[in-house]
């Protein structure tokens, strides 16, 4: 990597005003179609010049610019944008990688009692700091976020995506029975904890705020109306859950709710279905449902490390594309043992392996980036290299360590070599992490 113009980025602080990256630009123009390799969908300009002003893309050229611009050489590196993960929970990184059990035995054993120290204002800002940073080494720069039921936990995890530019996506979590002491709240002071946050937070810089549903079981009917009226109230307004994850949590909410259709009729009466919703899981669907989805325009967050390390199941991404609606892909960390979304397109290929399906890396890579923004009503803003986007951008290695680098050396056309490169990345493959143009690693 070498700088011309005498100027380098000492700090993330000190971007220039106007500055090119060079390397192998890829992203896409439009959804690939499944099982296409070869895809008019995928955009490639290898060897290539991005332009950056003021944070934004204004523009891709193969000649290099004159000498008005701050030039940075990453020429024979990958260069995407920024990846965004869809669910992922901020406060269960110390629980990644534990032990033996199924989705509700390990809420109780593990995720709850991480949760409840983010009460401390210390320890949820210093928990988003390191959160978001660890993202950042991953190469994920926007984020759709579940903290914890502690009011605390969302005002951090907001302020430090301010401080670095960072697109995120969270709201405190709603949780008022099923759950230990002093991971509950309760419905009117829930509500006045939301509408607090939606005034200070929502639509201020990058930040927008999510009503967070735990999950249909950890709240009262009362609790989901109450969520589904703040949705109603300001269309402008995310919604993040789970559902139909695990088959025994799917069997809790038929006896906890036994009037609805389904798990999603749960949310679908209350009004916490819609375009903005992001629905994380989403594998013990029914036709009903998934029809459900395709209508509101929700999306299924698909979470494949997590479903494979919980044992949770097999989603079935081709029939959520037959059915219409939107697939993103998340790490559900601490469910997934990992921040990195490479590794978890590996992991989404063993997934529909295993049903029989063949996962391209482009449907892989275009759910992580350009298909997530455009699932999030936000493709105007990132998810791809095009000219008016946020500069949200990462430089990849093709091939880190020898074995990568072996295959890499004999792959015969661009798909091939995407594919290696999907299954053997991981962080330590990233060269370099923009955010609005800053770098941020």
């Known amino acids: 990597m070498s700088f011309t113009n005498q100027e380098k980025f000492a700090s993330a602080d000190e971007a220039p005003r106007r500055w090119a990256l060079r390397g192998d630009l890829l992203d896409f123009t439009a959804a690939p179609r499944w099982g296409d390799t070869e895809s008019p969908a995928v955009r490639f300009d290898r060897d290539h010049w991005l332009l950056i002003e003021d944070g934004r893309i204004v523009g891709r050229q193969a000649q290099a610019p004159d000498d008005s611009w701050v030039r940075k050489d990453h020429a024979g590196q990958l260069v995407l944008p920024g990846f965004i993960d869809t669910h992922v929970h901020c406060p269960q990184l110390e629980v990644i990688a534990s032990y033996g059990t199924e989705l509700l035995d390990w809420l109780q054993r593990y995720t709850f009692p991480a949760e409840r120290a983010f009460a401390d204002p210390a320890r949820s800002h210093a928990g988003a700091a390191v959160f978001l940073d660890a993202l950042l080494a991953s190469g994920t720069t926007a984020a759709v976020v579940f903290p914890t039921v502690h009011k605390v936990s969302a005002e951090a995890l907001f302020t430090a995506a301010a401080a670095r530019g960072m697109r995120l996506i969270t709201g405190k979590v709603l949780m008022d029975r099923h759950a230990p002491d002093g991971l509950r709240d309760d419905v009117a002071q829930a509500e006045r904890d939301c509408v607090d946050l939606i005034d200070r937070f929502h639509g201020q810089g990058r ?235």
């Open 207 to 441: 930040n927008a705020y999510a009503v967070t549903v735990r999950f249909a079981p950890t709240s009262t009917p009362e609790q989901l109306a109450m969520a589904g009226a703040l949705c109603r109230a300001d269309a402008s307004l995310f919604m993040q859950t789970h559902v139909a994850e695990n088959r025994a949590e799917v069997a809790w909410v038929a006896q906890l709710f036994p009037d609805a259709r389904s798990y999603l009729d749960v949310y679908e009466r209350v009004g916490l279905v819609h375009e903005r919703a992001v629905l994380a899981h989403g594998i013990w669907l029914d036709a009903v449902d998934k029809s459900l989805l395709a209508r509101r325009g929700a999306q299924v967050a698909h979470c494949p490390s997590s479903n494979l390390f919980l044992g949770s199941g097999l989603f079935d991404w081709p029939g959520a594309q037959e059915a219409g609606f939107p697939v993103s892909l998340a790490s559900d960390v601490g469910g997934g043992t990992t921040l990195s979304l490479p590794r978890n397109m590996g992991d989404a290929y063993k997934v529909q392996a295993l049903r029989g399906e063949r996962l391209t890396a482009w449907v892989a890579l275009h759910a992580a980036t350009r298909g997530a923004a455009e699932a999030l009503h936000l493709g105007g803003e990132m998810g791809s290299l095009s000219p008016g986007c946020m500069a949200d951008l990462c430089v990849w290695d093709w091939a880190h360590g020898p074995v990568a680098e072996a295959r890499d050396a004999v792959a015969r056309e661009l798909h091939e070599r995407v594919f290696a490169w999907m299954t053997l990345a991981d962080e330590r493959n990233l060269a370099a992490c923009y955010v609005a143009g800053r770098q941020q690693v």
